[in-house]
């Protein structure tokens, strides 16, 4: 029997789909399947695909000749590569012309773009799709969008990432909180990339009301990107009761240690946030956003997005009524529980590799 050999790729990488590939390399090779992972050499360092027992190639996020010529030569002889986000799609799909391997594309969220931006991303959106054997959608949102650019076979896979580990020791809880300066006050956690679609000046308009309370909630905010520097200047010149803290490895301690998790962005999928506060039994504020409410059911406070009156009185009903936030906390961890398994994930996932492979099959082959 021959031995699977697939190939993933990741461009940018956010957190969810960085955190699924390292899930599905760990899954495949378990499973006696070869995984190469092609993704920029800071990702790796994040996901560790080594450890998960893969084969790291690095590869910048560009679409230069060098870099595609790199791609192409970890693809070729491989069964199905996998492309997860869309300019990782488009990128492989320029590397593997000619070549006739099996592509299969992740969609992990989507695009905000307007003006000639808009129109932009939805010729890559058209060119990824519609050069994929399989497109799989996080979310029914994500499939009815891949079917309407033109995707010849798009299916729902709300992949799985793992879950966080329980911070059960009060101790550990309490060093989180005095690192942080929140030993004797409400701590708010938020999580993401800093960029104008995660709603962070709504969270900041959040914030003024909440100096009214006493002790005054501290709100921490957790990620790196380019609105750091505008957001820091915002909240010393306001004087408000917000850190950030940069990107951290330690991330579901920091949130094991927190009174409410608040959720602001524009659009999400399957939100790292929200599952990680989920499953710790931390009560989550979220915007009522793309797939949020299917993902949270009941489990969560959900609040329009930028309406920061909403999210400010959302945070402080649930501070004020410590019954309602251990309501939340079972109801979430109930939630939790009804989500699709890292091996269910796999499995799927696996079982659309053997399909596409054995179609490559010549006439009388044994499968792989």
Known sequence: MTQLRTVQVLGGGSAGSGAHVRSLAAGLVARGVRVTVCAPVELDRAHDFGGAGAHHVPVPRRGDPTALTALRAACAGADVVHAHGLHAAVRTALALAGLRVPLVVTWH??????????????????????????????????????????????RLAAVAVPAPPRATADAHENKARAELGAVERPLLMAVGSLVPDQGYDTLLDAARAWRRRDPVPLLTIAGEGRERGRLQRRIEN????????????????????????????????????????????????????????????????????????????AVTRLLGDPDHRHRLAARGRAQAATWPTEDETIAQVLAIYDELAALRLPAGSPPG
């Open 238 to 313: 306001e004087e408000l009761p917000v850190q950030l803290v940069g990107r951290r490895d330690d991330i579901s301690e920091l949130l094991a240690a927190a009174d409410v998790a608040v959720l602001a962005s524009r659009w999400e999928a399957r939100s790292v946030l929200a599952q990680e506060a989920l499953r710790l039994g931390v009560p989550l504020v979220a915007t009522a956003v793309g797939a949020i409410p299917e993902l949270v059911g009941d489990a969560a406070e959900l609040v329009p997005y930028g309406d920061a009156t909403a999210l400010s009185d």
């Open 109 to 154: 969220t989507r695009a905000h773009t307007e003006g000639p931006r808009a129109r932009l991303t939805g010729l890559l959106e058209r060119r990824a799709v519609r050069a994929a054997d399989v497109v799989l959608g996080t979310t029914s949102e994500l499939v009815d969008r891949a079917r309407g650019r033109g995707a010849r076979d798009a």
